[in-house]
């Protein structure tokens, strides 16, 4: 899979803003790996822990009807790991020290987050194809250029036969 080269700089952008920045991964939500900036963490099995309590996070706000879930923060001894969805199906999680500003990890998250959906949402688009060019001269217009759509061939397994065959048939 091909990344982005501008989905890999919006989480570079992400390190150099946050200095207590660990790791980040950004996964769909069934735990695959789109990219990531996590030296000395394992982002596959980060991704895949991310997108179960992502999924988890979700039925407990469904739960209490709090409506779509945004952001997961787990609060541990030396640090934070943080999980933002990022669309319907791709989700952003971070991993920083215990001396981080949380304000301004959720800040600047949420920022990357807004610019990754549009990274995203412009790769999902589909590309335009060229037209195809007529077969019809310019001088001569062709049914295409007179604003109609050519006429496509009729083919029956009939009339693929010799004449013969289909005498044989209709009277066998």
């Known amino acids: 899979m091909t990344v982005d080269p501008a989905v890999l700089q919006e989480l570079d952008r992400l390190r150099s803003r946050l200095p207590e920045l ?3 991964v950004l996964a769909s ?3 695959l790996v789109v990219a ?3 030296h000395g963490l394992e982002p596959d099995g980060l991704a895949a822990l991310a997108a179960a309590h992502l999924a988890l996070a979700r039925r407990f706000a469904h739960a209490v009807n709090h409506g779509s879930l ?3 923060v787990v609060e541990c001894d030396r640090g934070y790991i943080t999980t933002y969805t990022a669309g319907q199906n791709t989700l952003l999680t971070l991993v920083t020290s215990g001396d981080a500003n949380l304000a301004m990890v959720h800040l600047e998250a949420r920022r990357c987050v807004r610019r990754l959906v549009r990274i995203l949402v412009l790769e999902a688009k589909p590309q335009m194809r060229p037209a195809i060019p007529s077969q019809h001269s310019p001088t001569q217009p062709g049914p295409a250029q007179a604003g109609q759509a050519a ?3 009729r ?3 009939m009339a693929t036969l010799p004449d013969n065959a289909r005498r044989r048939q209709a009277t066998g």
């Open 36 to 38: 990531h900036d996590a």
């Open 155 to 157: 083919r029956t397994p």
């Open 151 to 153: 006429p496509l061939t």
């Open 70 to 72: 945004r952001e997961s």
């Open 22 to 24: 660990s790791g980040s």
């Open 29 to 31: 939500t069934d735990g």
